[in-house]
């Protein structure tokens, strides 16, 4: 069954402190993963995907497909960052995305 | 272009009423979304609609639960009978499929049912 693991509800942290949010995905195939985010009083809104390669506000993910993960990282954390992160999986023969339960991030100053 | 466009914000109803929560995605996206956001279970996808039509309803919980998109600019989710657990934020979020995968989400309809 596919599905997207994210065992952290909360993580908080210290402004320029490092931060890695977990996600694990189980699939057989050849995924895509995303990373969406909501900010307070924002809409949920994409932030990166893995085949973009890209870096988004300082966040990057690498897709392991050894360990099954896309972890999130950023070097240095900002407060604005401060927000509900989720993960999500689509499968190559479905438009469905399959989302992780989120984990909320806190950067303190 | 306001962005995916969903009504009402709030609802508060008691148990056993019909809820109707509602959708309009942006101009010229041919695919439509209907999640429920829930504490303990995050963002699951309840049913989704490729050009109007339904593609994949599995998520939809019961028969409480129906949705409808009788043209590519509205659709509706309902619920009947409404009970407490139904309580959640309700997103609907639009896409152009096949060309891009991501998609629009809408501001949510917090629902309570009392």
């Known amino acids: 069954a596919q599905r997207v693991t994210q065992p952290e509800k909360l993580l908080s942290v210290f402004k320029g402190a490092p931060v890695e949010l977990k996600c694990n995905y189980s699939?057989?195939?050849?995924?895509?993963l995303f990373w969406y985010v909501q900010y307070s009083r924002q809409r949920l809104q994409l932030l990166l995907r893995?085949?973009s390669r890209e870096s988004i506000k300082g966040f990057t993910a690498d897709l392991n497909k050894g360990e099954t993960s896309f972890h999130l990282k950023k070097p240095f954390a900002q407060e604005e960052d401060s927000a509900m992160y989720y993960c999500?999986?689509?499968?190559?023969?479905?438009?469905?995305?399959?989302f992780g339960t989120g984990t909320r991030l806190q950067v303190f100053p | 272009d306001a962005g995916v466009i969903q009504s009402p914000r709030h609802e508060v109803t008691e148990m056993g009423q019909e809820v109707t929560l509602r959708c309009k995605p942006i101009?010229?996206?041919?695919?439509l979304f209907w999640y429920r956001q829930t504490m303990m279970r995050g963002l699951e996808l309840l049913i989704y609609?490729?050009?109007?039509?339904?593609?994949?309803d599995s998520g939809m919980p019961e028969d409480r639960f129906s949705a409808k998109m009788p043209n590519a600019s509205f659709s509706t989710l309902k619920i009947q009978p409404s009970e407490p657990r139904d309580s959640a934020v309700y997103f609907c979020?639009?896409?152009?499929?096949?060309?891009?995968?991501?998609?629009?989400f809408g501001p949510g309809t917090r629902l309570t049912v009392l």
């Open positions: 979020a639009s896409s152009s499929l096949p060309r891009a995968t991501e998609q629009f």
């Open positions: 699939y057989s195939g050849s995924p895509e």
């Open positions: 893995h085949i």
């Open positions: 999500a999986l689509k499968s190559y023969n479905t438009d469905k995305l399959i």
């Open positions: 101009s010229g996206h041919n695919s």
């Open positions: 609609f490729n050009n109007n039509v339904p593609i994949d």
